[in-house]
């Protein structure tokens, strides 16, 4: 069985920074792409952010292009969001998610077999 764990989400100011982590494990589990979404109250959940395997693939979502950067320990199932300029927009559930067949860094979240429970990311003055 599979188990992913995120955590650093938290409440920072608008401007300031967070960093996110990923963990996936599990016996004899080796992650494909890996990817960040985002749930905010009432609204449905949004891609973010994706890697490939081998990290030399990445896609973001429009939105925060040139504030977030997602990285992942090269060929281990460990991802991580660096998020800067935070807005108040950005506040939401951060789900981090992994890949057991897609290699290639994909934002179609039908593509991610495995779900961590989510960290809590609030942006607020």
């Known amino acids: 069985q599979v188990q992913v764990v995120e955590s650093g989400g938290g409440t920072v100011q608008p401007g300031g920074s967070l960093r996110l982590s990923c963990l996936a494990s599990?016996?004899?589990?080796?992650?494909?792409?890996m990817a960040w979404f985002r749930q905010a109250p009432g609204k449905d959940r949004e891609w973010v952010a994706t890697?490939?395997?081998?990290?030399?693939?990445?896609i973001y979502t429009s939105s925060v292009k040139g504030r977030f950067i997602i990285s992942r320990d090269k060929d281990k199932n460990t991802a991580y969001l660096q998020m800067t300029a935070l807005k108040p927009e950005d506040t939401a559930v951060y789900y981090c998610?992994?890949?057991?067949?897609?290699?290639?860094?994909?934002?179609?979240?039908?593509?991610?077999?495995?779900w961590g429970q989510g960290t809590q990311v609030t942006v607020s003055s």
């Open positions: 599990g016996r004899a589990f080796s992650a494909g792409a």
């Open positions: 998610a992994a890949s057991s067949t897609y290699s290639s860094a994909t934002y179609y979240s039908r593509n991610y077999d495995y």
């Open positions: 890697i490939s395997r081998g990290g030399e693939g990445i």
